[in-house]
């Protein structure tokens, strides 16, 4: 099983449209969990951090299930500006740092 | 957030030269840096960890002396692509983690072409 694990997709959905990312990841000691957004030829930025069984930003609720060993994310009402690349990044300390693949999302108008 | 630099943002050079990329963390400390790199419609694959006075760390299949890495500082990390040839040619990224945290705070990137 990879370390890291998402869906590349890419997801192609309209304006206002719902969806929603997984990332499964096989370290058990990961203890933090991050959402980072990816633009075309640009540096991974922070979303959302994930601590507990979950949390919200706005339109973005991220989710963590530490038994299944996956977190998710979930977009509403999608903007054009959301389209990216979304990058899962389960952290356990300095020893490994692996980010997940990514998964393109494409909003459309 | 906290602010990563890096220098130069592009840089276009020879085969067979060396080139010198710069991640500094600007509003705080960094003990450790992390470098990447990103090839097109690739994930980030981690090269190396940089440590503060001592030696970086390398991920398996990173050649050591072709990636010369020198943390001199709390502020400042380098990463030297020495011999560089056209399939080195990649987006560069450094990140660094805050004090006592687990998120990863990136530079901007560096895009080298190796011609």
């Known amino acids: 099983r990879k370390e890291v694990e998402q869906d590349p997709g890419p997801f192609n959905v309209p304006e206002g449209a719902t969806v929603a990312f997984n990332c499964t990841y096989s370290?058990?000691?990961?203890?933090?969990f991050f959402w980072y957004r990816q633009d075309c030829r640009k540096e991974p930025k922070l979303l959302m951090s994930v601590y507990s069984s979950g949390n919200e930003d706005g339109r973005f609720t991220a989710q963590l299930n530490r038994a299944s060993q996956y977190i998710s994310l979930l977009i509403r009402d999608s903007k054009l500006s959301d389209s990216a690349t979304y990058l899962c990044?389960?952290?356990?300390?300095?020893?490994?740092?692996?980010f997940g693949k990514g998964t393109m999302l494409l909003v459309s108008p | 957030g906290a602010v990563v630099s890096q220098h130069p943002s592009r840089v276009i050079c020879k085969s067979g030269t060396s080139v010198k990329i710069e991640c500094r963390s600007l509003?705080?400390?960094?003990?450790?840096m992390f470098w990447y790199r990103q090839f097109p419609k690739q994930s980030l694959m981690l090269m190396a960890t940089?440590?503060?006075?001592?030696?970086?760390?390398?991920e398996q299949g990173v050649e050591k002396d072709k990636f010369l890495i020198n943390h001199a500082s709390l502020t400042l990390s380098t990463l030297t692509v020495t011999s560089a040839h056209p399939e080195d040619s990649s987006f560069y990224i450094c990140s660094a983690p805050t004090s006592g945290g687990d998120e990863q705070y990136f530079g901007p990137g560096t895009r080298l072409t190796v011609t």
């Open positions: 509003d705080f400390q960094a003990t450790t």
């Open positions: 370290n058990s000691a990961s203890q933090s």
């Open positions: 990044f389960p952290a356990s300390g300095y020893s490994t740092l692996t």
């Open positions: 940089s440590n503060e006075g001592s030696k970086a760390t390398y």
